[in-house]
């Protein structure tokens, strides 16, 4: 009879433990959306459907891109019929994103300052037709076929309970405390996952309008993996700007850089960097009050 060293025991048995967790997630993906019903009488027509990064067009086409950005894993997609009127139907799309951060960054392309906000998940919305929410990394949307209107319960009934199959976490991104300001206008946070205002050299951040006196400007926040990051990107920034003839102001203190310019395509900005951020705000006006909002938000950002 062989027997075999506990150190080698050991090493099966911690690559069998790091494996199940994949396993167990890529399976978990198409029991996300309830069945047999997701609300009393509307039952699930058929069986779930799953799409990849390979085939997500052929379920979304023309909106597939702005996925990818994103981290899109997979999606399972199921059809919810109404036993009183089989023409009427919920289409359930539940997305599995790379973080909470990216399913955040998709809800709030689709979320707007006058949408009816819906107590789900981390945060949702509302109306007769669809409702959406996002839920640690999924992002939920249902969609009425067949009508142009249901009783909101209803979608609330199958959104609670195709949330009560996904992770317990209901919070919102941290990132997302850097913007708890009151010049902040709520519900206009966005987080673009790929160059944000249009730059390559800010890779990703967030972005959001916000209220000066009387004047509206934007505020973003870039965020790096490290300082010398978050430098590169404001170093590259001022080469841009210098090279598009503006005229640049920076000064430097203690763990900071500054910056005050007229941007080409944003008007006049004002930006800061330290640590592993560049926040800043565009189209400004008042330059003060705009240093002082942008102030807030890198030290809300570095706090967290």
Known sequence: MHTFPM?????????????????????????????????????????????????LFDRINGESELYFPYGFEKLAYTRYESRKDPRIALDADVYAMGSLLDAFGMFANYRRRDSTAATIGAEGTISSSQMIFYQDRYLVRLQVTGAAAIDQDVLLACGKAISQNLPLNTKRPKELDAFLVPAIVK??????????????????????????????????????????????????????????????????????????????????????????????????????????????????????
């Open 7 to 55: 150190s080698f025991l050991s090493i099966i048995i911690c690559l069998l433990c790091f494996a199940l967790p994949v396993q167990s997630a890529e399976h978990a993906v198409d029991k996300l959306l309830p069945a047999p019903a997701c609300a009393d009488g509307w039952v699930m027509d058929g069986k779930v459907t799953l799409y990849d990064t390979d085939s």
């Open 187 to 304: 519900k206009s946070e966005r987080y673009i996952a790929s160059s944000l205002l249009g730059y390559e050299f800010f890779r990703r951040g967030l972005i959001a309008d916000a209220v000066l006196g009387k004047d509206e400007v934007q505020v973003f926040l870039v965020l790096e993996k490290s300082p010398d990051a978050a430098r590169g990107a404001f170093d590259r920034y001022q080469a841009y700007l210098k090279t598009d003839g503006s005229s640049v102001r920076v000064t430097e203190s203690p763990g900071r850089m500054s910056l005050e310019a007229v941007d080409p395509l944003y008007g006049a900005v004002v930006i800061q960097q330290s640590g592993r951020y560049v926040a800043g705000a565009a189209r400004v006006k008042d330059r003060p009050a705009a240093k002082q909002l942008v102030e807030q938000v890198l030290a809300r950002a570095i706090k967290e």
